[in-house]
């Protein structure tokens, strides 16, 4: 593990700690011109997280000026595919990762410990994808997730896998389509407890007139009439 790699381990491993991110904006001011922006970046958002106070529109003015030389080239300086869309920039970097699943499959060796990821967003989502996740241990980091398919269904294996992940378990935000929602599958839903700190849910399972009557009552109970559907 080279230098680079290890203060961003750090960061991954302290996402909520100011010092990891200082210590690798210290560094990048030692590589040149993008990594120095990239460095300005971070101490101007972390300030601009803390409240920053009075040079607050100060800040935000330089943000301004700083991100998009950043993000845009960011991507090609991490070694990262193109195609994928990496958003809502925090304290020097992107909380989320949207995109194709099988780029942010393909893309996760890249990412996997070098950016404190908070929110996925698959597109086109098959099982491989959820089946990946679930052996993701940075997927620890998670609050929001987002799986929207096309025309393929999530099916009951994919989605136990995911609902029996323990690196989930701050999971506070789901939303999928098109989900092969069986008894089982419910019910595993609704005994997990890494999905206990779910505070808002979407999924869209093509009704619920398979399930038994105590399943059902059991999903309304918990998440309300129209969060399953």
């Known amino acids: 593990m080279n230098e680079e790699d290890a203060l961003l381990r750090a960061i991954c491993e302290h996402p909520d700690e100011d010092m990891p991110r ?3 904006a210290d560094w990048l001011d030692e590589q040149g011109t993008v ?4 460095a300005e970046l971070i101490r101007v958002q972390m300030a601009l997280a803390r409240g920053a106070g009075d040079p607050r529109e100060r800040l935000v003015a330089r943000e301004r000026e700083l991100a998009p030389v950043v993000v845009e080239s960011w991507p090609e300086r991490m070694g990262l595919p ?3 869309m990496w958003q809502n920039w925090t304290r020097g970097f992107p909380f989320t990762l949207a995109g194709p ?4 499959r393909a893309a996760h060796p890249r990412f996997a410990g070098r950016v404190p990821l ?3 967003n698959f597109r086109g989502a098959t099982d491989a994808d959820l089946l990946a996740l679930a052996t993701w241990t940075e997927a620890r980091l998670v609050r929001k997730l987002g799986v929207w398919t096309d025309t393929e ?3 009951e294996r994919a989605f136990i896998a995911m609902v029996d992940c323990e690196h989930l378990g701050k999971l506070e935000r789901l939303r999928m389509e098109r989900v092969q929602l069986t008894e089982r599958a419910a019910v595993a839903f609704l005994d997990s407890p890494f999905m206990a700190g779910l505070l808002h849910l979407k999924l869209l399972v093509g009704g619920l ?6 399943t059902r009552e059991r999903l309304r109970g918990r998440f309300g009439e129209y969060d399953v559907y």
Do not use: D, K, Q
């Open 118 to 120: 908070c929110e996925f």
């Open 22 to 24: 200082l210590a690798f």
């Open 35 to 38: 990594s120095a922006a990239w």
């Open 82 to 84: 193109v195609g994928l």
């Open 209 to 214: 007139g398979h399930l038994s009557s105590g």
């Open 153 to 155: 269904r999530i099916t």
């Open 101 to 104: 699943g099988e780029l942010i």
